[in-house]
T-cell receptor, first 113, second 110 residues
Framework: TQLLEQSPQFLSIQEGENLTVYCNSSSVFSSLQWYRQEPGEGPVLLVTVVTGGEVKKLKRLTFQFGDARKDSSLHITAAQPGDTGLYLCAGLVEETSGSRLTFGEGTQLTVNP | KAGVTQTPRYLIKTRGQQVTLSCSPISGHRSVSWYQQTPGQGLQFLFEYFSETQRNKGNFPGRFSGRQFSNSRSEMNVSTLELGDSALYLC?????????FGPGTRLTVT
């Protein structure tokens, strides 16, 4: 069973601060996806990283995939209240029978104005 | 294109009852996956259907079952409900490896 550990579980910061969320595993994944979920809604995909060492930027969000494709990080610069939400990392495992996503437990981020 | 829709959005059931949840995928998507989300366990994979066949299954008891119809719409059923089945049930459809989630069905078992 592939497990993904996310840290921290909870993060409360002030507007303008920077933060990093980590997603670690002992397993190798085909790709790693980051989602954000808001209350009452399903997760929405932010980014997919596929290549070891890959870095992707989405405005103030920077995503990095570890060289060994076992871990990833999400860095947010100058956080804003609109960034508040549950951030989930998910590793994709592709099997002959199909593919499945294994999710981390999530990081609940609160950005206070 | 319309997104993934799930019905009902909220449901309250009593222990021992059964429940059926419905999911309509994005048009053209043939794969539908189901997940259970709880505060303690996070998002856990239930099963995946592709072209009316169950292609992958998570580690849940046999009380949890599903099916997919020829139009790719999917249903999941939980029989003999337990208090611990209270959760947000999410459905996701996909064309490749990217999954698009619906808003979920909030099930409360009393």
């Amino acid at each position: 069973t592939q497990l993904l550990e996310q840290s921290p579980q909870f993060l409360s910061i002030q507007e303008g601060e920077n933060l990093t969320v980590y997603c670690n595993s002992s397993s190798v994944f085909s790709s790693l996806q980051w989602y954000r979920q808001e209350p009452g809604e399903g997760p929405v995909l932010l980014v997919t990283v596929v290549t070891g060492g890959e870095v992707k930027k989405l405005k103030r969000l920077t995503f990095q995939f570890g060289d060994a494709r076992k871990d990833s990080s999400l860095h947010i610069t100058a956080a804003q209240p609109g960034d508040t939400g549950l951030y989930l990392c998910a590793g994709l495992v592709e099997e002959t029978s199909g593919s499945r996503l294994t999710f981390g437990e999530g990081t609940q981020l609160t950005v206070n104005p | 294109k319309a997104g993934v829709t799930q019905t009902p959005r909220y449901l309250i059931k009593t222990r021992g009852q059964q429940v059926t949840l419905s999911c309509s995928p994005i048009s053209g998507h043939r794969s539908v996956s189901w997940y259970q989300q709880t505060p303690g366990q996070g998002l856990q994979f239930l099963f995946e259907y592709f072209s009316e066949t169950q292609r992958n299954k998570g580690n849940f008891p046999g009380r949890f079952s599903g099916r997919q119809f020829s139009n790719s719409r999917s249903e999941m059923n939980v029989s003999t409900l337990e208090l611990g089945d209270s959760a947000l049930y999410l459905c996701a459809s996909s064309l490749s490896t990217v999954q698009y989630f619906g808003p979920g069905t909030r099930l409360t078992v009393t």
